[in-house]
């Protein structure tokens, strides 16, 4: 009977013991499980660490760090508060809907729960009714016995009664947070109820901003267009308006464009002796509305070929002070290659040009010959008919003669036909064939490349002739034997507007040796000296440069008549022929004369023609 009651008691404990880990599960399991991993539906969960913020999280999973607060909302995660590392942290998704009925399946699970512990209280009511009926069994027994085992059943049920009250009282704790739970799952649902609110709100006024903000770009870029559209139509009125008056003027091979907020106006010169005067000609053409541009650029040309780029600064020149920020550069290739793509107006080709020159030949001999002299007009026939080419017939008429029969009748002068290149890096070629002076035949190719802005010039020439002469109607030659080339070297003296230049080679008559050139120009006068020294002697002289009238000539569509721009003398002390080189009218120098920066700036600085400017 001892043994049975025993074995009862053991049964008993070891139910309590069960209903204690069973309650210390639900308790722990109930603590692990979260309302928001089962209220909603996520998209990852990430175990806390000190190297994590919700705002890294946010900006991670949502790529917007400013979503942070709805991380920890749903986390129960409040502000300011610490994270314990380990944590686990659900990432909600953003809009994801809630899983139906969640809540209410873990209460009806919880609700199971409570029901199974009620049985398992009334199991034990049981339990101590039957250990009631064993003690009053009990205590039918022998005296000693029945007070030991009495004692043993009151300890035991003591401490079954004090398990029970610990059940009862961890069942009403569950409850209790139970209940708490739910609280705070309503003051979730709340919070995230209104901060879904607030962010319906928010998109809504985002969206009606960006609206109106599209609207607005919308509106303003019909405006630029519009505005665009003026500034087209305004600038096609400008350039025809340009056009007309440079073309009216005479100018010819004029482009006309607009760069980078820069107006640019190439134009070729034939109508005006001084290159200042037609510079500031096609200035003053945009008079009005030259400084609503930053730099108005001109580029001259001479046979279509770009020469000189001018860049004038708007609103800051001033010529009558000598001062300027105007920069003179050979460098036009760039803007050239820009500014040739539109379209060019009033073409100088296919255009003829009759030039009189006059010439003078004086020999100074003796007191009883103290002078012969010889005087011509020799007119020119130039024609252009594609870029850098040139077609020259020239014809002597003898107006006085003291030479004798030899130079008293019409003959021809020079007849070339010459093609000059202007090559990258300032290189400049020309190619000549045809009837030179010093009744010279044959074929001349020359080649100059220029440094430091024109400052410094390296070049050569190669002549490859023959004689030939005209007499009276009747021509004789000789075939083509004689090669001689020179290679020379120049140099420009801004300050001094003084040009030096040194040549080494082999002239006409098959004599070699040394020419120097020194030339001072006053504005348009040039005064200079030079002297050589050949195997056969050496000789020098005086070189005088003198403008001729009138300054501007006569234009016309397809002919023009006028003079040449300058009339060179050279007086040679001995008159010796050695140091002698044919002229074909067709040189590099002759080419460039006009267009190289040094002599154009230092006559612009020297000219007050441009001081309305």
């Known amino acids: 009977m001892l043994y049975l009651l025993q074995s009862r008691l053991l049964l008993i404990i070891s139910v309590f013991l069960f209903l204690t880990v069973f309650l210390v599960c639900i308790n722990d399991l109930y603590a692990q499980i979260r309302p928001e991993e089962v209220d909603f539906e996520i998209i990852a969960v990430v175990i806390y660490n000190k190297d994590e913020t919700l705002w890294n999280l946010a900006q991670k999973y949502y790529n917007n760090p400013y979503l942070w607060p709805y991380i920890g909302v749903m986390n129960n995660i409040q502000e300011n508060s610490s994270i314990l590392d380990g944590t686990a942290i659900y990432i909600p998704a953003i809009g994801g809907r809630k899983k139906p009925k969640i809540e209410e399946q873990f209460k009806k699970e919880l609700k199971a729960k409570e029901d199974s512990i009620k049985n398992l209280l009334n199991l034990l009511d049981q339990a101590i009714s039957e250990i009631n009926d064993l003690k009053s069994k009990i205590n039918a027994m022998e005296k000693n016995e029945v007070k030991q085992v009495n004692i043993d059943s009151d300890e035991s049920i003591r401490?079954?009664?004090?398990?029970?009250?610990?059940?009862?009282?961890?069942?009403?704790?569950?409850?209790?947070?139970?209940?708490?739970?739910?609280n705070q799952l309503r003051v979730i649902d709340n919070t995230f109820s209104n901060n879904m609110a607030e962010l319906d709100k928010t998109s809504k006024e985002r969206d009606i901003l960006i609206e109106e903000k599209?609207?607005?770009?919308?509106?303003?870029?019909?405006?630029?267009?519009?505005?665009k559209e003026k500034v087209i139509q305004l600038e096609k009125s400008l350039s025809l308006n340009i056009k007309n008056k440079l073309i009216e003027d005479g100018f010819e091979n004029v482009y006309f464009a607009?760069?980078?907020?820069?107006?640019?106006?190439?134009?070729?010169?034939?109508?005006?002796?001084?290159?200042?005067?037609?510079?500031?000609?096609?200035?003053?053409?945009?008079?009005?509305?030259?400084?609503?541009?930053?730099?108005?650029?001109?580029?001259?040309?001479?046979?279509?070929?770009?020469?000189?780029?001018?860049?004038?600064?708007?609103k800051e020149f001033s010529i009558e002070?000598?001062?300027?920020?105007?920069?003179?550069?050979?460098?036009?290739?760039?803007?050239?290659?820009?500014?040739?793509?539109?379209?060019?107006?009033?073409?100088?080709?296919?255009?003829?040009?009759?030039?009189?020159?006059?010439q003078f030949m004086a020999l100074f001999k003796n007191r009883k010959e103290p002078i012969k002299s010889q005087i011509n007009l020799t007119p020119i026939?130039?024609?252009?008919?594609?870029?850098?080419?040139?077609?020259?017939?020239?014809?002597?008429?003898?107006?006085?003669?003291?030479?004798?029969?030899?130079?008293?009748y019409w003959r021809p002068g020079l007849l070339t036909i010459n093609q000059t290149l202007r090559l990258p890096s300032n290189i400049f070629s020309s190619t000549t064939v045809g009837y030179f002076t010093e009744n010279r035949y044959g074929i001349d190719l020359a080649a100059r490349k220029y440094f430091a802005n024109g400052r410094f010039f390296m070049g050569g020439s190669f002549g490859y002739t023959g004689y030939a002469s005209y007499l009276k109607g009747v021509w004789s030659y000789s075939k083509i034997d004689l090669i001689t080339g020179i290679m020379e070297t120049g140099y420009q003296f801004p300050k001094y507007n003084l040009s030096l230049r040194g040549a080494y080679g082999k002239f006409l008559s098959r004599d070699k040796g040394f020419r120097f050139d020194l030339l001072q120009n006053f504005g348009e006068i040039g005064i200079g000296l030079f002297a050589f020294y050949t195997e056969v002697g050496k000789d020098g002289g005086i070189k005088l440069r003198i403008p001729m009238f009138p300054e501007k000539y006569l234009s016309a569509k397809r002919f023009r008549i006028s003079t040449v721009r300058s009339l060179d003398f050279e007086w040679i002390y001995k008159g010796l022929r050695e140091g002698i080189q044919y002229e074909t009218g067709q040189s590099i120098d002759e080419f460039m004369e006009r267009h190289n920066p040094i002599y154009f700036k230092n006559q612009m600085v020297k000219s007050e023609i441009m001081g309305q400017y």
């Open 214 to 227: 599209n609207k607005r770009i919308t509106e303003l870029e019909s405006e630029i267009k519009d505005y």
């Open 381 to 408: 026939f130039n024609a252009y008919f594609w870029k850098g080419m040139s077609i020259s017939n020239q014809l002597i008429i003898p107006l006085q003669n003291d030479f004798g029969e030899k130079g008293d």
């Open 321 to 358: 002070k000598g001062k300027g920020d105007i920069d003179f550069s050979m460098k036009v290739d760039e803007t050239w290659q820009k500014t040739k793509l539109y379209e060019r107006w009033n073409s100088g080709y296919f255009k003829f040009d009759i030039v009189f020159i006059p």
């Open 159 to 182: 401490r079954i009664r004090e398990e029970i009250r610990e059940l009862k009282d961890e069942n009403e704790s569950l409850k209790k947070a139970l209940k708490e739970k739910d």
């Open 258 to 314: 607009f760069l980078d907020g820069d107006m640019i106006l190439a134009y070729e010169n034939r109508i005006y002796r001084n290159e200042i005067k037609a510079m500031d000609k096609v200035i003053n053409t945009v008079p009005a509305t030259l400084h609503n541009y930053k730099n108005l650029g001109l580029i001259t040309q001479n046979r279509g070929i770009p020469l000189l780029a001018v860049n004038i600064p708007s």
